[in-house]
């Protein structure tokens, strides 16, 4: 079955420091990722969809230079949260498309970001 | 600006009532409706998803009514059992390719 990986599950930053965070599909080929951030009493933010063969595309309010994305491969993405603060803590969610034409997005549990 | 309006925050039925969620949204261009729910300590997982050229979607006990005109679009779960208590998330996007804008979610809590 299709599985995401999301690593780490738990993590702690101090303030003004950066943390990365993989995401890892199982089981297929993710043609894209979004990546979205579930800030306390919130709902999921859409932060940046990587698409195979296209630019990443960031939302409004999120920008390359504070959470660069990786995606190598089709298997594949990180993200970094740089210069995190406490605004920047919650849930990072990795949802990863599987084939073209499939509508189904499969989550990871999430990076839960503290920031003291 | 919330983008995909979702009531109720919290829902409570009996076992064997449906639940009723609504949602609402602002962007014409969206045009891809998914409902996901999600279990505590789990990921959100699909639901069930619609597309504008129908106004209604079943599948077994879930049903999406669309409504284009007013932008609206609910989930009715049928017959509910304990073990759809879960938070269920409406969502929205221009294309299922695409990002999707969420709602707040409801927590819908079924008794027995």
């Known amino acids: 079955g299709a599985l995401v990986y999301q690593y780490p599950r738990r993590t702690i930053c101090k303030s003004g420091t950066s943390m990365r965070m993989e995401c890892q599909a199982v089981?297929?080929?993710?043609?894209?990722v979004a990546w979205y951030r579930q800030s306390p009493q919130k709902t999921f933010e859409l932060i940046a969809l990587?698409?195979?063969?296209?630019?990443?595309?960031?939302e409004q309010n999120f920008t390359q230079e504070k959470f660069p994305i990786s995606h190598p491969n089709l298997s594949f993405s990180s993200m970094t949260v740089l210069n995190a603060y406490l605004e920047d803590r919650g849930l990072y969610l990795c949802g990863a498309r599987e084939g073209i034409s499939n509508e189904r997005l499969f989550f990871g549990h999430g990076t839960k970001l503290s920031v003291l | 600006q919330q983008q995909v309006r979702q009531s109720p925050q919290s829902l409570t039925v009996w076992e064997g009532e449906t639940a009723i969620l609504n949602c609402s949204y602002e962007?014409?261009?969206?045009?891809?409706f998914p409902w996901y729910h999600q279990f505590p300590g789990e990921s959100p997982a699909l639901l069930i998803a619609i597309r504008p050229v129908s106004n209604k979607k079943e599948d077994g006990r879930f049903t999406i009514f669309f409504n284009k005109r007013e932008k609206k679009f609910s989930l009715h779960i049928a017959d509910s059992q304990p073990g759809d208590s879960a938070t269920y998330f409406c969502a929205a996007s221009e294309d299922y390719a695409q990002g999707l804008t969420f709602g707040l979610g409801t927590r819908v809590s079924v008794f027995p």
């Open positions: 990587s698409t195979v063969n296209s630019a990443i595309k960031y």
């Open positions: 962007d014409s261009t969206f045009d891809y």
């Open positions: 089981g297929f080929q993710a043609t894209s």
